[in-house]
Every structure is written in structure tokens, then in C-alpha cells.
Nanobody, 119 residues
Framework: QVQIVESGGALVQPGGSLRLSCAAS????????VGWYRQAPGKEREMVAS???????NYADSAKGRFTISRDDARNRVFLQMNSLKPDDTAAYYC?????????????WGQGTQVTVSS
């Protein structure tokens, strides 16, 4: 059974930093495209950052220069380092792992972790 678990969300002041962690069981994250998404109340879910099996990284414009996605293959985890946080970064953050293998799509989501940026 596949399980994706996010952690690291918290209440932080503007300008602060957080590191989110995405841990997986039942799949090997390095074989997937792993993305961090976020959803604020009343808004659609949006992609924040992603990393491919080949270590290609992609960032939303709002995340460029502030957020860094990385992967620890030995621990089967993907991280999102978030610096210079702003109130607009307040949202539930979700980890997603997806891949297409021999025409079969596998797509897994975690339950999310809440990030609140407020003074």
C-alpha cells in the first residue's frame, strides 16, 4: 500500500523559513516526478515546485529564488525548503508523486501540511 506523508508545516512570521518533508512508503520517490502543490482557502491548487527522476527542477514564478526542492534517495524523501516566507504563502501544502510506466499512470497524493505565515 502506498502512503505519502507530509510534515513540517507550522505558523511562521513573515521573512521566516520552513522545511517541508514528503516521506513515501510503498514507492520509490526517485522513480517519480514529485511535486509540491499548495491550496489556499477559496483558491485552486497550484504547483509550487517539482523534481524529476533526472533531478530536473521546476518552480512556480512565486517560488523562484525563495524555495528549493530537493530529494534524499537514501531516506526516500523529498524536501521543500522555503525561505523569505510571505503571508501569500499561507496554504495547505501537498506532496504528489506521479509517473507513467508502460502506459500505466500512477498518481499519489498526501494529506497535506498547513503553512501559515503571519505576524
Amino acid at each position: 500500500q502506498v502512503q505519502i506523508v507530509e510534515s513540517g508545516g507550522a505558523l511562521v512570521q513573515p521573512g521566516g523559513s520552513l522545511r517541508l518533508s514528503c516521506a513515501a512508503s510503498g514507492i520509490i520517490l526517485s522513480r517519480y516526478v514529485v511535486g509540491w502543490y499548495r491550496q489556499a482557502p477559496g483558491k485552486e491548487r497550484e504547483m509550487v515546485a517539482s523534481i524529476t527522476s533526472g533531478d530536473f527542477r521546476n518552480y512556480a514564478d512565486s517560488a523562484k529564488g525563495r524555495f528549493t526542492i530537493s530529494r534524499d534517495d537514501a531516506r526516500n524523501r523529498v524536501f521543500l525548503q522555503m525561505n523569505s516566507l510571505k503571508p501569500d504563502d499561507t496554504a495547505a501544502y501537498y506532496c504528489n508523486a506521479v509517473r507513467m510506466n508502460y502506459g500505466v499512470s500512477s498518481n499519489y497524493w498526501g494529506q497535506g501540511t498547513q503553512v501559515t505565515v503571519s505576524s
